[in-house]
Nanobody
Framework: QVQLVESGGGLVQPGGSLRLSCEAS????????MSWYRQAPGEERELVAI????????YVKDSVKGRFAISRDNHKSTVYLQMNSLKPEDTAVYYC???????????WGQGTQVTVSS
């Protein structure tokens, strides 16, 4: 059974930090591109960061560049999103995604709420 379980969300003051984790099970984690998306109320889901399956390529959305960092640990089947200098506009539900295009597989986690507010 495929599972992506996010954790680490919560309420934080502006300027604070959070580290999101997404633990995967039920598939060969190392073969999948892992990403973080977010969706704010009334907005469409947007891509935040990507870490490819070969561990050679990462991408971080411009608006969070320098503040957010994505990493993965294939031994633990876990992808992380370190979020620093958080701003109120970072408030959203953050989702973990696993994708393998040749296998036509695309999995989503249940999401974790991040709220940045004083």
């Amino acid at each position: 059974q495929v599972q992506l379980v996010e954790s680490g969300g919560g309420l934080v003051q502006p300027g604070g930090s959070l580290r999101l984790s997404c633990e995967a099970s039920g598939f060969m984690f190392s073969l999948y591109v892992m990403s973080w998306y977010r969706q704010a109320p009334g907005e469409e889901r947007e891509l935040v960061a990507i870490f490819d399956s070969n561990s050679t390529y990462t991408y971080v959305k411009d608006s969070v560049k320098g503040r957010f960092a994505i990493s993965r640990d294939n031994h633990k089947s876990t992808v992380y999103l370190q979020m620093n200098s958080l701003k109120p506009e970072d408030t959203a539900v953050y989702y973990c995604n696993a994708r393998n295009d040749p296998l036509r597989r695309n999995f989503w986690g249940q999401g974790t709420q991040v709220t940045v507010s004083s």
